[in-house]
């Protein structure tokens, strides 16, 4: 299995961008894709997750109302829109995904078996 981020870059406060998560090597049906984010100096965090088949969605507070994961099935890729970015969305990101996660535990990311390598933000004031 096999996750690569990317989509990444500079932009402006109040700005957007769009990450992708390209999955490759096996069918994500039954499965959660999530996508976190680590800040300098800060401990990884939960930024939202989509369930593949069922397509229900999961935010962190601080993202919700700005951010939309969606995913394509024909295309096995995951997006993360980012809408009204600030600059403390600075942060490398990442897309994991894992099965047999439960509500619970969506914001967990022991939960999640299988990580891309990351794509940094930056979002300038």
């Known amino acids: 299995v096999q996750l690569q981020a990317s989509g990444g870059g500079l932009v402006q406060a109040g700005g957007s961008l769009r990450l992708s998560c390209a999955t490759s090597g096996r069918t994500f049906s039954g499965y959660v894709m999530g996508w976190f984010r680590q800040a300098p100096g800060k401990e990884r965090e939960f930024v939202g997750a989509i369930r593949w088949s069922a397509g229900f969605t999961y935010y962190a507070d601080s993202v919700k109302g700005r951010f939309t994961i969606s995913r394509n099935n024909a295309k096995n890729m995951v997006y993360l829109q980012m809408n009204s970015l600030k600059p403390e969305d600075t942060a490398v990101y990442y897309c994991?995904?894992?099965?047999?996660?439960?509500?619970?535990?969506?914001?967990?990311?022991?939960?999640?078996?299988?990580w891309g390598q990351g794509t940094l933000v930056t979002v300038s004031s």
């Open positions: 994991a995904s894992g099965s047999s996660i439960m509500m619970s535990q969506v914001r967990e990311e022991v939960a999640y078996r299988y």
